[in-house]
């Protein structure tokens, strides 16, 4: 989580470098995905600005979710509502970038 500060998320791409898919600030997550899954990232971060973060590893939130508590399932639902937020963020980012290249 980004306590104070902002990041870029951004790609590369072969034919134009690299493409800045948002920015992130304050209050607002990255990484998600990695504690969910362990896959590869599709995209990278870049501090726009000074940044102070929060780190949560894999296995302490493994353990924080198997607790079951009210609030590990508040964390759960805070981060699929930042992946729907960012999923149809990253929706009309694609639709302009095919606009772009048609």
């Keep these: 989580m980004i306590l ?3 990041v870029r998320v951004v790609i590369s791409s072969e ?3 690299r493409i800045i898919l948002g920015e992130l600030g304050k209050g607002e997550i990255f ?3 990695a504690l969910i899954d362990n896959k590869p990232r599709s995209a990278g971060i ?3 600005t000074p940044c102070r973060l ?8 493994n353990d924080f979710l198997l607790s ?6 508040r964390l759960m639902a805070c981060i ?12 009309r980012v694609y ?3 095919k606009k772009a290249i048609a």
């Design 4 to 6: 104070e500060g902002r």
């Design 15 to 17: 034919y134009s470098g």
């Design 31 to 33: 990484g998600e995905m």
């Design 46 to 48: 870049v501090a726009v």
């Design 54 to 61: 929060a780190f949560v590893d894999k296995d302490s939130f």
């Design 68 to 73: 079951r508590s009210d609030l590990a399932f």
């Design 80 to 91: 699929c509502l930042s992946l729907f937020r960012r999923i149809l963020a990253l929706d």
């Design 95 to 97: 639709a302009e970038l």
